[in-house]
């Protein structure tokens, strides 16, 4: 097996087998653009509705003008397009297996939201490690279009697979709700991501609650439990209140943001897309999303070769 630091020997179209630990990341090609804020939108539990938040989080964000990308990595379970009433005739299983490329299976959703299905119980999908998640992300390289975020949902839970997408995001989002399995899991996630795989800042957004007071005692509630001495850095990023056109909107197949843009749950959207686009840009000048790339495979010095 021959070792290549060229960057004409990278692949257009990479397998996930083509990526090996060796080539330095900074030999991936480079891009014109400036920094993507890249939002991983993740879970200690399931049934936190953390897809919903993902999906109008998007579109509240594109609404504002906003470029923005959305990526289902909640790689098992996937879907987010029939979230919004899509319906995907390729997904990340025919990139995966060199069907065709990424740019090939992206859904126009409105003028400044596009989507990347994933492939929903497809068992290889749900239990790819880190290195198979890098070869999956390595593909956003060859995307042309700009963009000014790209929100990942991730799955739920400690696996691997979610820890590096969490990883090599510039912002993470822990969806909880006022259960106490939703914050022992989301306390256990924030934990071990900080210990293990060196994720240190969170935003907490606590859903369903019913007054911006229950948010506050859930935020703390989830502080509480983090006493051990790799202190993360957790901020309360906002609530999404308890509102029953939230259900309506899914049983629909839309978003509340488009079904019943007046309630109560569309405005929390609205709010939180607009403190979203104030946080801190990234202070890393990487092109497209190569950077993004970069992050999730240079974890403690991992390198990547491309073999030709």
């Excluded at 190569?290 to 010095?301: G, K, M, P, Q, Y």
Aim: with cysteine.
């Amino acid at each position: 097996m021959e070792r290549t630091h060229s960057t004409t020997r990278v692949k257009r179209h990479m397998q996930l087998s083509d990526i090996k630990l060796g080539q330095l990341a900074e030999t991936l090609p480079r891009t014109s653009q400036g920094p993507v804020q890249v939002v991983a939108v993740t879970g200690g539990k399931g049934g936190t509705g953390k897809t919903n938040i993902a999906v109008n989080l998007a579109q509240a964000l594109a609404n504002n003008g906003q470029r923005t990308l959305l990526l289902d990595a909640d790689l098992g379970m996937a879907n987010v397009d029939v979230m919004l009433g899509l319906v995907a005739t390729h997904t990340l299983s025919d990139v995966l297996g060199g069907v065709c490329r990424l740019e090939d299976i992206m859904m126009t959703v409105s003028d400044k939201l596009q989507v990347i299905p994933a492939a929903s119980g497809i068992k290889h999908l749900a239990n790819m490690g880190q290195q198979e998640c890098a070869g999956l992300v390595r593909a956003f390289s060859d995307l042309k279009q700009p963009i000014d975020f790209l929100l990942v949902d991730t799955a739920t839970g400690i696996s691997e697979c979610v820890a590096s997408f969490c990883r090599a995001a510039t912002e993470v989002m822990v969806v909880v709700c006022n259960e106490p399995s939703s914050i022992r899991d989301s306390s256990a996630q924030i934990r071990l991501f900080s210990s293990e795989y060196g994720v240190n800042r969170f935003r907490l957004l606590a859903n369903r609650v019913e007054s911006a007071y229950e948010a506050q005692e859930l935020f703390q509630s989830v502080i509480a439990q983090l006493t051990d001495n790799h202190s993360p850095q957790v901020s309360y990023a906002g609530y999404i209140p308890n509102d029953e056109t939230l259900r309506k909107a899914v049983a629909q197949h839309k978003i509340v943001l488009n079904a019943y843009p007046r309630s109560r749950a569309a405005m929390a959207f609205k709010n939180l897309a607009r403190r979203v686009a104030e946080w801190p840009q990234p202070d890393r000048a990487g092109g497209h999303i190569e950077f993004f790339v970069e992050r999730l495979i240079s974890h403690e010095n991992m390198e990547m070769e491309v073999v030709s």
